[in-house]
């Protein structure tokens, strides 16, 4: 991980700057009270990577018996291709695993090509295809690294 770089829990005060990055990078962004739901549900994990105290990304993702998903990550496009994402990733993978993970799951845009190349690097790998999944028609591919 990049020195600069510091990972912690989202917490209420980081939404400004989590809402703008969300709507950078996602062609349908999660609303604020997609955000504040994730705060209360139990099985929800939210973290942010700071770079000199301003939010360069984030990443919620859920364990529920014993699998991890990853829901939502999204870098700031002026902070891409700094490691930030990989810091993300391999933090969760790391927490989900000490919480009991054994197996973790994802879906992706099937043209988001950094994001996929990312995850396979951690060694996920294709496990299915959902047609037209987003609301503009793209497929989700499914990918999933088992076991952790």
């Known amino acids: 991980m990049h020195p600069d770089l ?36 139990g099985h929800s994990f939210l973290d942010v990577c700071c770079i000199d105290g ?4 984030y990443l919620c993702w859920w364990l529920i018996a014993g699998e991890m998903e990853i829901q939502n990550v999204a870098t700031d496009p ?15 993978l790391t927490t989900a695993v000490a919480a009991g993970a054994r197996r973790a799951l994802l879906e992706v845009r099937v ?5 996929i190349g990312l995850y396979r690097a951690f060694g996920f790998r294709d496990c299915g295809l959902r047609k037209r999944y987003y609301a503009d028609g793209e497929d989700a591919l499914l990918m999933e690294l088992d076991p952790v």
């Open 111 to 115: 043209g988001n090509v950094g994001a």
């Open 54 to 57: 301003k939010v360069a990304g």
């Open 78 to 92: 002026d902070q891409q291709r700094r490691g930030i994402g990989r810091a993300l990733v391999a933090h969760a």
């Open 6 to 41: 510091q990972l912690r829990p989202m917490g209420p005060d980081d939404l400004a700057q989590v809402l703008a990055i969300e709507h950078r990078c996602h062609i349908a962004p999660w609303g604020e009270m997609v955000f504040r739901a994730e705060f209360n549900a």
